[in-house]
């Protein structure tokens, strides 16, 4: 503190407070950690992946007072008065969210690396828009890369989580695909 | 789930042993539940980061260790070269307490590096530059013979892998053992390779890898990132954390090779291709070998072959590791706008052609449903548009084996009924937990929820890695034995007490049953159980009925609007039709194919590593430039499982991703009425391609749907 002037943080490690999922969490940390390397390596909170680490790929995506944001582009310190909300806070497996019911409903993943990304997007999508169209739907998950290739499965889990109907494909035509049952 | 089963993709329905059961770990990755090797994250953990060469090829001048070691946090600073032959090459590595620690001791290296004179590409070797060879006296006189002779270069650019984990590995101390959380496609390779570098007997380390993100083909081999890792962790004693950043992983963990691709051949009008020579030559960065394509790749008749004919070409760049089909999107690429651009000479429907030079039965039927669901009718002559959006249709092909390996899959039937499948191999997203548990499920005649699933962890029963095709049809056939044996187990016992014949016992939906009677529900049966009862079911790696005989097809189909002002393709459908033996869960099963088809579209459009040709330096290691498939450019897939006669159960890992780039280029061509000969088909080529007359012909177009009338 310098009496009057702006506080100072840094260059040392600084206490710094988070409110995470409804929690405050404290940890010491240097002023250049950024929210991302706090939820993971101080919070133990490893939802948010690491996995570009310059906002290109929306593995890292949180929500911070329902907006989404790439966490490794921001510093801790910019959040410690605003709410946020990683895919733990979202919804657990004993109380998932009806998104996360859909996404495992419709095989929205495969190795699942990118999923509490793609999550936490669509979730604040949900937010601002309760029964997005397909193409809002690919719009707002635009900023979040799947590499297993799961897109389709992922615009049925959230249509289906805002009440709509899953994309139909064309099918049977009164048969199977090779004229056989099992 | 609660909802009633939608019956999505109703093509696919009741093939599939387990029809409507969803991913077992789905909840847990949806929640953020599941834990990754990347995330074994602990305050007091050492970081290691490698030290690697800034330039295509570079000597080392200085390097101040000193300074690095005097960084507040850092502990070790190792360097074992001054050399490097590769952008991202290493040459040692630095451990510090924490990632700022690591940051700044790099910083403080201040190593500098006098750039040297480097190849960037297969072009840089006069080997590739060099005229087309001569063909053998047998491939040029039946060259000669044909009425036309066409010669065509085709190239596909360096694809890297871009898991979305990187590689590495975490390793904890456990007493005298060593936990070691590794991303990997393959537990027990870590645990045989990581032991050398932690100075341990393979009895003191313990490989935990339950959740993997993201694995296509060069997650085998532990790496240098988990070499230095094991070797911190020796030194320190202390637990280590080694990872590769976003960078290190696109230059330096592998790639699917480049190809240079030259082809002479002779046809006759109506399309016989009489004889042909190819030239390929592989891009392999500094290893020597690994570049091999498929092509041809045996699927279509081209009389008289002068082939292979494959030379690997070095430079400085990284060098290639297995990727989803090693050798076979690049071969099939231009093998199937080869077949396409020899129809469009001829004036030839293409998927006709098609018909006539493969001998296929089974992709036969299969051309038949992918041109009723794409619409092929709808297909208008190659060239034939005018205005700026025009629509393309194209056909690619695929053929694959399935390769096998000793697996074990152990069954733990528990006093409650309720059974616990242990099997040491990955999951890496595949849907492994989720396809054994299905297969005990269904072969016992019990509730998938009755099933838990212990995977991915050395200190179970052993199993392959997940590649080669080779791990769910190996480890299909333990689980079942295990099944069968665990479920005689109950059997013999139930029999026993109530005075019945066993062999006349069946068990449906949890209910053991003798004729239509109910006899005893499962979880009462095994309440007589005084302990939990544990059989392991083997596969020898040998071939069996389970494992099955005979090979996998696939057809896809495409269809793309290319803006012809822009260059700009959109990929608009894809029906992706795969054999698939025995699918085990279905939906999992169509996640594997649309997943082909999505990495395939990404590869024809948008994939492309790019060197500087003055420095070799990777210009795009990264995800901002080197772009792959997102959701706006995602196309509507239709994943069609093809059972036919198949009882074995395949792979449907790696065939998929084969035809689609082949498909997609066709369906441009046919657009544009040019052919685009390297990938990616960006949007330059299009317009370059656009700025070039109309691609030849030889003889006159056959009246539209003449042929497909001649064959009714």
């Known amino acids: ?182 | 789930m609660s909802q009633p089963p939608r019956d999505l993709r109703a093509i696919n329905a009741g093939q599939s042993v387990a029809d409507h059961a969803t991913r077992l770990d789905g909840l847990e990755k949806a929640t953020g539940a599941a834990r990754y090797g990347r995330d074994q994250i602990k305050k007091d953990m050492l970081w290691v980061r490698l030290i690697r060469c800034p330039w295509g090829r570079a000597s080392l001048d200085s390097l101040d260790r000193d300074a690095a070691l005097a960084t507040p946090g850092v502990v070790e600073v190792v360097v074992s070269g001054d050399a490097g032959e590769y952008h991202g090459d290493s040459i040692g590595y630095v451990v510090a307490r924490n990632r700022r620690a690591l940051e700044r001791g790099l910083q403080a290296l201040d190593a500098t590096w006098t750039r040297l004179d480097c190849k960037t590409g297969i072009l840089d070797d006069e080997k590739a530059r060099a005229p087309m060879g001569d063909p053998s006296a047998e491939t040029a006189k039946a060259i000669d013979d044909a009425a036309f002779t066409f010669e065509a270069t085709y190239s596909t650019p360096v694809q890297t892998h871009s898991s979305l984990e990187t590689h590495g590995l975490m390793i904890e101390p456990d007493g005298e053992n060593s936990i070691v959380h590794a991303s990997t496609q393959g537990t027990f390779v870590v645990a045989d390779q990581i032991g050398r570098f932690l100075g341990k007997p393979r009895s003191k380390i313990i490989i935990d890898c339950e959740h993997v993100g993201g694995g296509f083909g060069s997650k085998f081999q532990i790496g240098k990132e988990g070499a230095a890792g094991g070797l911190a962790a020796k030194t320190s004693g202390e637990a280590v954390y080694s990872f590769c950043d976003r960078e290190e992983e696109h230059l330096d963990t592998g790639n699917r090779p480049s190809l240079l691709c030259k082809v002479r051949l002779g046809h006759d009008a109506d399309g016989t291709i009489r004889g042909a020579r190819f030239e390929t030559f592989g891009g392999t960065g500094v290893s020597r070998r690994g570049g091999g394509a498929r092509v041809p790749s045996g699927r279509f008749e081209f009389g008289t072959l002068d082939s292979p004919n494959h030379q690997d070409i070095q430079f400085n760049a990284g060098g290639p590791r297995a990727m989803r089909a090693p050798g076979c999107p690049q071969g099939a690429f231009v093998e199937e706008l080869l077949i396409d651009e020899i129809a469009h000479r001829c004036g030839l429907d293409p998927l006709a052609l098609r018909r006539r030079l493969d001998d296929s039965e089974r992709r036969q039927r299969m051309y038949d449903v992918a041109a009723d669901l794409i619409g092929w009718e709808n297909r208008a002559d190659t060239g034939s548009q005018t205005g700026t959006m025009r629509t393309g249709y194209g056909i690619g092909t695929c053929h694959w084996g399935k390769g096998r390996a000793p697996a074990k899959i152990e069954v733990v039937v528990h006093p409650d009924g309720h059974l616990e499948v242990r099997t040491g191999t990955q999951d890496i997203g595949t849907g492994q937990r989720t396809a054994m548990a299905a297969l005990v499920a269904a072969r016992i005649g019990v509730p998938l929820a009755n099933i838990s699933v212990a995977i991915g962890n050395s200190m179970l029963p052993a199993g392959p890695a997940s590649g080669g095709s080779v791990c769910t049809p190996s480890t299909a056939p333990a689980a079942m034995a295990a099944a069968d044996l665990a479920r005689e187990r109950i059997l013999a016992g139930v029999a026993e007490r109530e005075k019945l014949d066993a062999d006349r016992l069946t068990i449906d939906d949890g209910v053991i049953m003798e004729g239509g009677r109910k006899v005893i529900r499962w979880e009462d049966a095994c309440r007589r159980l005084s302990e939990p009862v544990s059989v392991t079911g083997e596969f020898d790696g040998q071939a069996s009925a389970h494992w099955g005989e005979g090979s996998s097809e696939g057809v896809q189909a495409a269809r793309v609007e290319v803006d012809c002002e822009t260059g700009q393709i959109f990929v608009r459908d894809v029906i992706a039709i795969q054999s698939c033996g025995l699918p085990l869960v279905r939906k999992t099963a169509e996640s594997q194919i649309m997943g082909g088809v999505i990495q395939g579209t990404s590869y024809a459009l948008f994939e492309e590593q790019v060197l500087d040709p003055g420095t070799g330096a990777v210009l795009n290691a990264n995800f901002e430039n080197y772009k792959i498939l997102g959701s706006e450019d995602c196309p509507r897939i239709v994943p069609v499982l093809w059972r036919d006669d198949q009882t074995g159960v395949r792979a449907l890992g790696e065939p998929p991703v084969v035809p689609t780039a082949a498909a997609i280029a066709n369906a441009v061509f046919n657009a544009i009425g040019r052919p685009v000969r390297d990938l990616p088909l960006r949007p330059d080529r299009v317009l370059a391609a656009l700025a070039e007359p109309m691609a030849e012909r030889v003889v006159a177009a056959a009246p539209r749907n003449a042929d497909l009338e001649n064959r009714a």
Do not use: H
């Not at chain 1, 605003?82 to 019911?101: C, F, H, N, W, Y």
């Not at chain 1, 809002?136 to 590499?147: F, P, V, Y």
């Open chain 1, 1 to 182: 503190m310098n009496g009057g002037g702006p506080t100072i943080i840094g260059p040392l490690p600084a206490k710094t407070s988070l409110q995470v999922n409804g929690r405050q969490l404290d940890f010491v940390a240097e002023p250049a950690t950024t929210l991302l390397e706090a939820l993971r390596e101080q919070c133990d909170v490893t939802g948010p992946k690491e996995v570009c680490d310059r906002a290109a790929c929306g593995g890292c995506t949180v929500l911070l007072d329902e907006r989404p944001v790439a966490s490794c582009m921001m510093l801790a310190l910019d959040a410690t008065d605003r709410k946020i909300t990683t895919v733990e806070g979202i919804g657990s497996v004993d109380a998932p969210d009806p998104l996360q019911m859909a996404m495992a409903e419709f095989d929205a993943m495969q190795c699942g690396f990118c999923t509490p990304g793609v999550v936490t997007a669509a979730k604040a999508l949900l937010i601002q828009n309760p029964r997005p169209n397909l193409d809002e739907i690919r719009a707002a998950l635009s900023g979040n890369l799947c590499r297993c290739g799961t897109y389709p499965n992922i615009f049925n889990a959230v249509l289906v989580a805002s009440g709509q109907e899953p994309v139909e494909e064309p099918t049977d035509r009164g048969r199977s695909a090779s004229g056989e049952r099992a």
